[in-house]
């Protein structure tokens, strides 16, 4: 069964700063995609960056990029100049690339942005 | 916003009782996913949908069950409630051809009491 596990319960980044949120994960399969989600005090869940197992390039989204290392199983979460608004839950998540869409789920990063 | 609509937000009920949780998904959207997130286990997938049929289930009891309706709109019944049932309920949809990213509600938090 895959599981996925951050191993950072809390952190926190002084704004305008630097962070990278860990994620490691264990399957046997190779097609499946990864993702960040992003749960703010508002609970809202939000989609934060995706990446495909197949593709080799990092994905980016604007300040937020990935470091996806296949071979390790690992899918780091990196956020650039930090912004207060970024305090929030961060769960990594994978999915198979087969019928079963499920997202399983870390157990979170909860991320604190310091002015 | 996501497109994404959950009813009710917010639900307090007692033990043994019977409740209903409303999800429509984004417009175009056929698949329809059920979470559930609690402070003792985090988050777990409960059951999928897709354009009417069930497609995946996961951790779901056999108290809860639900279904997605022609419109593509789904409902989660959850029966016999227990304390342990309270929990961060959402619904999240997808177009599931290849698009892959599952688009969250802004969930129904349940208190059961």
């Known amino acids: 069964a895959q599981t996925v596990t951050q191993s950072q319960p809390e952190m926190s980044v002084q704004e305008a700063e630097t962070v990278t949120l860990s994620c490691t994960y264990d399957t046997s399969e190779n097609n499946y995609y990864l993702f960040w989600y992003k749960q703010p005090p508002s609970r809202q869940m939000i989609l934060v960056i995706r990446q495909e197992a197949y593709k080799q390039q990092n994905a980016t989204e604007n300040r937020f990029s990935v470091n996806f290392q296949k071979a390790a199983k690992s899918f780091s979460l990196k956020i650039s100049d930090s912004q207060l608004g970024d305090t929030a839950m961060y769960f990594c998540a994978f999915m198979n690339a087969g019928n079963n869409r499920k997202l399983i789920w870390g157990l979170g990063t909860s991320l604190a942005v310091n002015p | 916003d996501s497109g994404v609509t959950q009813t009710p937000k917010h639900l307090i009920t007692a033990t043994g009782q019977r409740v209903t949780l409303r999800c429509s998904p984004r417009?175009?959207?056929?698949?329809v996913y059920w979470y559930q997130q609690s402070l003792d286990q985090g988050l777990q997938f409960l059951i999928q949908y897709y354009n009417g049929e069930e497609r995946a289930k996961g951790n779901i009891l056999e108290r809860f069950s639900a279904q997605q309706f022609p419109d593509l709109h789904s409902e989660l019944n959850l029966s016999s409630l227990e304390l342990g049932d309270s929990a961060l309920y959402f619904c999240?949809?997808?177009?599931?051809?290849?698009?892959?990213?599952?688009?969250f509600g802004p969930g129904t938090r349940l208190l059961v009491l």
């Open positions: 417009s175009g959207d056929l698949s």
């Open positions: 999240a949809s997808s177009v599931d051809t290849g698009q892959e990213t599952q688009y």
